[in-house]
């Protein structure tokens, strides 16, 4: 029955206008479907979730400590930078803030605090430690408005997904509060997209995950559980002729469903 969740997927792809990668598998079988996976795709803001969990492993090597502050000024702001750039300045904000405002936020003021702790070189280097090789961290998040467009990253689906996998069997630092905060994402234009979620009443359908765009490039990363169905999915586009940013862009609807595809193969028991 996988081929033809398989069929499904490719055919959704090969409708995009641009290049598609994807590495999904069955976390109760462990099937794994994969479409140019192990091609580079530009990451944005995706990477955000490796990051997070290599700033867990510095914490645990002694490296700083989350309640730990720092102050920064309008001289750290970066373009996209989202919350923190509209708060007054100069302010305190902790490690654990500024994680969550990485991960649920996507700020990317917060996201370079991380990083500057860290370094940009150890950051990469935990993250091999972590997850392998195939996932690097080209540079601070931010950039400038009618600048080139430069992704803060680059990996491939397959490296991705591997990092996933680690994540959800908890071998990965900080995993479990990793997954927790992912779950709080606020930004669900992609993977989420066509799912049937209601965040007023409860449901059994959860997604942690972290999604990425700029211009031409949409990703979304993350971990879906439905009752007893759960999967691992990378939906990464490059080199979209869509390269603006509205609710209908092409690259987050491509995602959004070819995640509804995952989705209704594990509903009805046909993956």
């Not at 490296?63 to 502050?69: A, I, K, Q, S, T």
């Not at 997850?131 to 689906?157: C, H, L, N, Q």
């Not at 609710?247 to 987050?252: L, Q, Y």
């Amino acid at each position: 029955m996988s081929d033809s969740v398989a069929a499904k997927l490719e055919a959704e792809a090969r409708t995009f206008g641009g290049r598609v990668g994807y590495a999904v598998s069955n976390g109760a079988s462990g099937d794994l479907l994969t479409w140019q996976a192990d091609e580079k795709f530009p990451t944005a803001s995706a990477i955000k979730l490796p990051v997070l969990s290599a700033f867990h492993a510095f914490v645990d090597g002694g490296g700083v400590r989350w309640e730990d502050n720092v102050k920064i000024t309008r001289e750290w702001i970066p373009g996209g930078s989202g919350v923190l750039e509209h708060l007054s300045m100069p302010r305190e904000v902790s490690y654990l803030d500024a994680a969550w405002l990485m991960i649920c936020l996507s700020d990317n003021l917060a996201t370079n605090i991380l990083l500057e702790a860290m370094t940009i070189e150890l950051a990469n280097d935990l993250i091999e430690q972590i997850a392998g090789d195939g996932i690097t961290v080209k540079g601070y998040a931010g950039f400038r408005p009618d600048g080139p467009v430069k992704s803060m990253g680059e990996a491939t689906p397959r490296a991705l997904h591997r990092y996933l996998q680690r994540l959800r069997a908890g071998t990965v630092p900080g995993a479990a509060a990793t997954i927790e905060v992912a779950f709080q994402q606020f930004y669900r234009h992609s993977i989420p997209r066509y799912l049937p979620i209601d965040r007023y009443r409860e449901s059994t359908l959860r997604i942690a995950h972290k999604s990425g765009s700029l211009p031409g490039i949409r990703t979304d990363i993350g971990l879906l559980e439905s009752g007893e169905a759960m999967a691992e999915l990378v939906f990464m586009t490059a080199d979209a002729e869509d390269t603006g940013s509205s609710f209908e862009n092409a690259g987050e609807r491509c995602i959004g469903r070819l995640a509804r595809i995952v989705y209704d193969a594990l509903q009805r028991g046909e993956w």
